[in-house]
């Protein structure tokens, strides 16, 4: 039974940091590329960052500088470091991967940014 299971969403200031982190059990998690997705209240989920089994990685505009895709293969886990966050990149953040057969969501965590 695949499971994702997303940790480290906090409550932070303006311009601070988190590092979330998605963890699978019942695949292997390196041969799929792994998203990360968020939804902030009254608004669609959007695709925030991606990482392909091959570590080539992509960020949405609004992301870009600030966050940082990885993965360790070793721990079947992918993780999102967030910097220089703003209340805009409050939202609940999920973790995505998908197989021939069918799609994956972890439950997500998460994210508010506010003093």
């Known amino acids: 039974q695949v499971q994702l299971v997303e940790s480290g969403g906090d409550l932070v200031q303006p311009g601070g940091s988190l590092r979330l982190s998605c963890a699978a059990s019942?695949?292997?998690?390196?041969?799929?590329?792994v998203n990360w997705y968020r939804q902030a209240p009254g608004k669609q989920r959007e695709l925030v960052a991606r990482?392909?089994?091959?570590?080539?990685?992509n960020y949405a505009d609004s992301v870009k500088g600030r966050f940082t895709i990885s993965r360790d293969n070793a721990k079947n886990t992918v993780y999102l470091q967030m910097s220089s966050l703003k209340p805009e990149d409050t939202a609940v953040y999920y973790c995505?991967?998908?197989?021939?057969?069918?799609?994956?969501w972890g439950q997500g965590t998460q994210v508010t940014v506010s003093s």
């Open positions: 990482i392909t089994s091959s570590g080539t990685t």
């Open positions: 995505h991967t998908a197989t021939v057969l069918r799609n994956y």
């Open positions: 019942g695949m292997l998690f390196s041969s799929y590329a």
